[in-house]
């Protein structure tokens, strides 16, 4: 049974609270040269410097108090020993499986996955290569260049934003594309640009049932139909579901089939089969490597105390401002442009899994969970939504994550860069004063009048925390590590939160009532009751497309 008020160690954060919020994040730092010390933690090349967020000593040790008290070192255990943690659907939670380097066994169900797990990988591996080396072609015997990847959310956003990530790493002959939204935009604007005869449509689905996914897919088998014959259909499609028998239905052959497992959540997919189109964009050695930086992110996680785990430090943090401060919002910046779709993949990540108001035993919560996930790149976003985060009313935690060296060291662009996200970071804490504000106007020449009137507007002010994320450089391994990271503060977060982060029923309902209201714009006669404003804008919409 959990409720805040019933929890000892939320109850002293709440007390903490009271005597440490006036706090400025500013004058701990002067009081303490080692801040940044002992707030950073390093595991390989990448460093987490988390010195300038609303903590102390006080405040942290309690944070970790309430994770001992919430059982996490064992949940953490639980997860990845295969134990049924998403009880709601009585599944086991192991994406962490998919990239055990370790020859160890896992079970679920007394059965050791790893093998299959073992096996899969394995015909990821030569199928990416065939098509990589032109060894599997299209009907006509071409290479197949053009890879479409057809999933939406869990089985697009990360291959997507992966594929992106590691641009850097494409084989030169092979472009990649994502078809997702329902929109027709989606299919038309990609199948304006590809050549069917050199084209592999990648169906990633996990259930094989999702109408976005499967209406896309059949424009598109129809497209490469039109072009080249039913008997095409074999060569330049695949799937990649758990979902044998709709694969099968959908006309591809078990040997075109890609297997994964219901123990992988679509959110956490990406290291799965759904990471096809990676390995054959940036070859199936390199998607190992990420495989590689997650489970390098796995052992820390798993290995170290909490007091030096990363994934667990930015959990507890985000459970600070959530809760104490009752900041809801949460802001991921990567100064990095390959990177420029990260927030997008952790919005779904994060907001899908912890977006929950029932805990684990079957109760309202009576405090708040999952935070408003946003994002975008740096420098870009600095010229846009930026203004808020230093002057606005709401205050917004936020992550910049930036690579010490770019793919593209072109002249001064990177220092630029650099010099930027570290003035961002010192900026959102420091702010500027209003005496700072004057001083600065006086040796600007402005007279008395005019700095009276602007003074204010001009000052920051500051005690904005953020955490600062630094890798050496994107590459498959650093991307493996970083999204690992993600996934287990979300996990810790939800484990805190006491609520299951591995369903995901919230997006069920709209489903179905699209379901009921397509009929109606088709101009079938149903009587379906809807609400007025619902009703009208059915009609407006008809009376629009006659
Ligand atoms: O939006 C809900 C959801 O189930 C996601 O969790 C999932 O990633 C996405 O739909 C796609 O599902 P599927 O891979 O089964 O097509």
């Known amino acids: 049974?959990?409720?805040?008020?019933?929890?000892?160690?939320?109850?002293?954060?709440?007390?903490?609270?009271?005597?440490?919020?006036?706090?400025?994040?500013?004058?701990?730092?002067?009081?303490?040269?080692?801040?940044?010390?002992?707030?950073?933690?390093?595991?390989?090349?990448?460093?987490?410097?988390?010195?300038?967020?609303?903590?102390?000593?006080?405040?942290?040790?309690?944070?970790?108090?309430?994770?001992?008290?919430?059982?996490?070192?064992?949940?953490?255990?639980?997860?990845?020993?295969?134990?049924?943690?998403?009880?709601?659907?009585?599944?086991?939670?192991?994406?962490?499986?998919?990239?055990?380097?370790?020859?160890?066994?896992?079970?679920?169900?007394?059965?050791?996955?790893?093998?299959?797990?073992?096996?899969?990988?394995?015909?990821?591996?030569?199928?990416?290569?065939?098509v990589r080396l032109g060894r599997f072609t299209g009907y006509t015997g071409k290479k197949l260049t053009n890879i479409v990847n057809i999933g939406i959310g869990g089985s697009d956003l990360g291959p997507f934003m992966a594929c992106e990530a590691l641009r850097h790493y494409w084989a030169k002959d092979i472009n990649c594309y994502f078809i997702s939204n329902i929109d027709g935009t989606g299919c038309a604007e990609v199948l304006n640009k590809i050549d069917p005869e050199t084209t592999l449509f990648i169906i990633a689905s996990k259930t094989f049932t999702t109408i976005e996914t499967l209406t896309n897919a059949r424009t598109c088998r129809k497209w490469l139909v039109d072009a080249?014959?039913?008997?095409?259909?074999?060569?330049?499609?695949?799937?990649?579901?758990?979902?044998?028998?709709?694969?099968?239905?959908?006309?591809?052959?078990?040997?075109?089939?890609?297997?994964?497992?219901?123990?992988?959540?679509?959110?956490?997919?990406?290291?799965?089969?759904?990471?096809?189109?990676?390995?054959i964009a940036i070859?199936?050695?390199?998607?190992?490597?990420?495989?590689?930086?997650?489970?390098?992110?796995?052992?820390?996680?798993?290995?170290?105390?909490?007091?030096?785990?990363?994934?667990?430090?930015?959990?507890?943090?985000?459970?600070?401002?959530?809760?104490?401060?009752?900041?809801?919002?949460?802001?991921?910046?990567?100064?990095?442009?390959?990177?420029?779709?990260?927030?997008?993949?952790?919005?779904?990540?994060?907001?899908?899994?912890?977006?929950?108001?029932?805990?684990?035993?079957?109760?309202?919560?009576?405090?708040?969970?999952?935070?408003v996930l946003f994002g975008g790149a740096g420098t870009d976003v600095q010229h846009s939504f930026f203004q808020l985060l230093h002057q606005g009313t709401e205050i917004v935690p936020t992550d910049l994550i930036v690579p010490a060296i770019s793919h593209n060291e072109i002249g001064a662009h990177h220092q630029i860069l650099l010099a930027n996200v570290l003035a961002q970071g010192e900026a959102l804490m420091h702010g500027k004063t209003e005496d700072e504000t004057i001083a600065e106007l006086e040796a600007a020449g402005k007279s008395s009048t005019e700095i009276n009137r602007l003074k204010k507007y001009k000052s920051f002010s500051g005690n904005r925390p953020t955490n600062t994320i630094v890798l050496r450089k994107i590459d498959p391994y650093s991307l493996g590590m970083l999204i690992a990271m993600y996934e287990h503060k979300v996990f810790v977060q939800g484990v805190i939160w006491n609520i299951?982060?591995?369903?995901?029923?919230?997006?069920?309902?709209?489903?179905?009532?699209?379901?009921?209201?397509?009929?109606?714009?088709?101009?079938?006669?149903?009587?379906?009751?809807?609400?007025?404003?619902?009703s009208a804008l059915i009609s407006y919409i008809k009376k629009i497309r006659k």
Request: proline share 3%; glycine share 6%; hydrophobic share 40%.
């Open 283 to 371: 070859g199936y050695k390199n998607f190992e490597r990420m495989l590689d930086g997650a489970y390098a992110m796995d052992k820390h996680f798993t290995e170290t105390e909490f007091e030096h785990n990363i994934p667990v430090i930015l959990a507890l943090i985000g459970v600070w401002y959530n809760n104490f401060y009752g900041i809801h919002r949460y802001c991921v910046i990567p100064y990095d442009q390959y990177l420029r779709y990260f927030p997008a993949y952790l919005q779904q990540m994060d907001m899908e899994s912890n977006g929950k108001s029932i805990s684990l035993d079957n109760k309202y919560v009576d405090y708040s969970t999952g935070p």
């Open 1 to 130: 049974m959990f409720g805040k008020s019933k929890n000892k160690a939320w109850k002293q954060l709440e007390s903490i609270y009271k005597h440490f919020a006036g706090t400025q994040m500013k004058d701990m730092f002067a009081a303490d040269p080692k801040r940044a010390e002992k707030y950073s933690e390093q595991l390989e090349s990448m460093l987490i410097d988390y010195s300038k967020n609303l903590i102390n000593s006080e405040v942290m040790a309690a944070l970790f108090n309430l994770a001992r008290e919430r059982g996490l070192k064992e949940k953490i255990a639980d997860m990845f020993a295969g134990k049924k943690i998403n009880t709601t659907e009585n599944r086991a939670v192991l994406h962490t499986a998919l990239r055990n380097r370790a020859d160890t066994p896992i079970y679920v169900d007394g059965r050791d996955v790893m093998p299959q797990i073992d096996a899969a990988l394995d015909k990821i591996r030569d199928f990416s290569e065939a």
């Open 500 to 534: 299951n982060s591995f369903d995901q029923f919230g997006v069920e309902l709209g489903k179905k009532m699209a379901l009921n209201i397509l009929p109606e714009l088709q101009g079938m006669n149903r009587n379906t009751q809807h609400d007025c404003s619902t």
């Open 228 to 279: 080249l014959g039913e008997h095409a259909v074999a060569k330049h499609f695949i799937a990649l579901s758990t979902n044998k028998e709709e694969v099968e239905k959908f006309g591809i052959n078990s040997d075109n089939m890609f297997a994964f497992w219901d123990f992988v959540g679509g959110r956490y997919s990406i290291w799965s089969s759904i990471g096809m189109i990676i390995a």
